[in-house]
């Protein structure tokens, strides 16, 4: 079987190749990188006005059954229980040595929860979750949604909705029922559309159609991140990495930080008391040069970490990154040099997100 | 510009006289993408063919640009610095990248316009 044939393919797809997609297989998706606007222009345009991505490839899910919200807090230290009807959270799901096994998405639609979850991860998160459902909680994947996102200051003009950030509701666009949330991964406003798979391409023709609606790709998804801080897991994130190293703090629950009771809970709470070694940050190299992830980061000659994405921000206008420095280099200003094809590029640790974000609160 | 030689790493060469002006392919930089730095190489900095002398980043990727021929380098352009789109509006034209002084044989491998236009189907 050739690489091509064992890729697996989105509802979206003849769509994505009939818009001039350029296909690049990603967590075993065929999926487009680009579309012949190209990836500075998809990135400018979904920051001016609004960018329709493909992004079925992720993993969606529901879990049922009473006590489903607590059975989830077993494996992340995200409040699910005091998520209210109606509202989306940031999680992170932790294996027994605190390290992240995956970040992901959980909303309250009242009578479920509505999960998605990475691409790249879905094969291990799913047996993961289901591992410790009691009895009367089911877990049921949903292979037959497509996802998409819509990002962009124009998207709340274009699709008025009552929701603010991270609202989440059933609804109908265009005639077609979907669940959308007032959320995405872009760090701007705009909503993500959970669809049935048979109406995906439908939907897709129809946010098209709306004035201002460009097709982007996993390429101006990835600066769009990047720029916003946000993590991507496999890169930022790995299973050797607590939440704490990743600067995740935030997406821990005040009274998870009390009852301290979910998988890798221990190794937590040492780092939250006694500190961490690494930290995430971002960074900002001198110049034009862009340096990517596996970058080497020195100071004062020594090794002090490494880059984890690296690339240039179309609209900061010069090159970003984000990655793990020793906590005693971690404070903004702090002078780096990244070794970029043997020679140091000076660079400063800055603050986060190198792009304002613009989220409807 | 039936006088451009080309090689199986995507550069063009042309010749001013006895200088050859060194740049990447349309096909080169459609692939790559939007252009955000390049790294060039010294001028005066002797060179052998095939010897990775300068650097094309784009927003996805970083890639080596060879010397396709030996020889000295002359003259870098210095408004891709500044102005590293050039390479994508005008990869034949104003996005040149170095000029070299050659010493000794061509390779025997340099392709004219319809033989690269092969290869490039070639690789579809």
Known sequence: ?361 | MSDMKYTKDHEWIRFEGEIAVIGITDHAQNALGDVVFVDLPEAGREVTAGEAVAVVESVKAASDVYAPIAGRVTEVNSGLVDEPALINSEPTGGGWFFKIAPAGALPDDLMDANAYAAYVESLA
């Open chain 1, 1 to 361: 079987m050739t690489e091509s044939e064992s890729l697996h393919t989105t509802p979206l797809d003849a769509l994505n190749r009939e818009l001039g997609g350029r296909m690049v297989p990603f967590a075993g998706y065929s999926m487009p990188v680009q579309y012949t606007a190209g990836i500075m222009a998809e990135h400018l345009h979904c920051r001016a006005q609004a960018g329709l991505f493909d992004v079925s490839h992720m993993g969606q899910a529901e879990l049922i059954g009473d006590g489903a919200a607590a059975a989830l807090e077993q494996l992340t230290p995200a409040d699910v229980q005091g998520l209210k009807p109606g509202r989306q959270r940031y999680g992170l799901l932790l294996n027994e040595a605190g390290g992240i096994m995956d970040d992901f998405m959980f909303a309250n639609m009242g009578d479920r929860l509505f999960l998605v979850v990475n691409a790249s991860r879905k094969h291990i998160d799913l047996p993961l979750i289901e591992s410790v459902l009691p009895a009367g909680v089911k877990l049921r994947p949903l292979p037959d949604r497509a996802l998409l996102a819509l990002q962009g200051p124009a998207v709340a003009t274009l699709i008025p909705t009552p929701m603010s950030f991270m609202g989440i509701m059933e609804m109908e666009i265009a005639g077609i029922p979907v669940i959308a949330s007032r959320s995405g991964y872009t760090g701007e406003d705009g909503l993500e559309i959970s669809v049935a798979a048979e109406q995906a391409e439908k939907l897709a023709r129809a946010l098209l159609a709306m004035p201002g609606v460009m097709p982007i790709g996993l390429g101006a998804r990835d600066s769009l991140r990047l720029e916003a801080g946000l993590c991507l897991y496999g890169n930022d994130l790995d299973e050797t990495t607590s939440p704490v190293e990743a600067n995740l703090t935030w997406s821990m629950g005040k009274r998870r930080r009390m009852e301290w009771n979910f998988r890798g809970a221990d190794v937590v709470r040492d780092h939250l008391d006694h500190g961490v070694k690494r930290l995430r940050v971002g960074i900002r190299p001198e110049g034009r040069q862009p340096a990517r992830g596996h970058t080497e980061i020195r100071k004062d000659g020594a090794v002090i970490g490494e880059v984890t994405s690296g690339g240039f921000g179309p609209s900061v206008g010069a090159p970003v990154a984000m990655g793990y420095v020793a906590r005693d280099a971690a404070t903004d200003g702090t002078a780096l040099d990244l070794i970029v094809r043997d020679k140091p590029l000076p660079a400063r640790v800055a603050a986060m997100p190198f792009q304002p974000h613009r989220y409807a609160r």
